[in-house]
Nanobody, 132 residues
Framework: HVQLVESGGGLVQPGGSLRLSCGAS???????????MGWFRQAPGMKREGVAG???????????RYADAVRGRFTISKDNANNTLYLQMNSLEPEDTGLYYC????????????????????WGQGTQVTVS
């Protein structure tokens, strides 16, 4: 059973940095057919939006995508040994405030087109990031 748990959120001043982590358990790329993992965020009263995604399977190796709003400031990475996904967030802005979710995809179309949550299968509970 796939379970994703986010951590690392908190309060940070504008211009500051924060690193989010997502621990994945019960993950089998063959059995679960995972193609990628990523980060989404949702601000109060707003729809959930994609932030960054990274390929996790052979067929998706090397694939990374970022939302335009975070490109150049955020970096997504993964540590296969620890089965952990990261999001390094630098030069944070108040507009980055929101509940950040870790997600895993089983589809083959998450890395192009609209960066929407309906193409992702598994979700964590979220970790709050507040930039103020």
């Amino acid at each position: 059973h796939v379970q994703l748990v986010e951590s690392g959120g908190g309060l940070v001043q504008p211009g500051g940095s924060l690193r989010l982590s997502c621990g994945a358990s019960g993950v089998s790329y063959e059995t679960d057919g995972l193609s990628g993992m990523g980060w989404f965020r949702q601000a109060p009263g707003m729809k959930r939006e994609g932030v960054a995604g990274i390929g996790t399977a052979v067929r998706t190796a090397g694939i990374i995508r970022y939302a335009d709003a975070v490109r150049g400031r955020f970096t997504i990475s993964k540590d296969n040994a620890n089965n952990t996904l990261y999001l390094q967030m630098n030069s944070l802005e108040p507009e980055d405030t929101g509940l950040y979710y870790c997600a895993a995809a089983t589809t083959s179309n998450w890395w192009y087109g609209p960066f929407r949550g309906d193409r992702w299968t598994y979700w964590g509970q979220g970790t709050q990031v507040t930039v103020s």
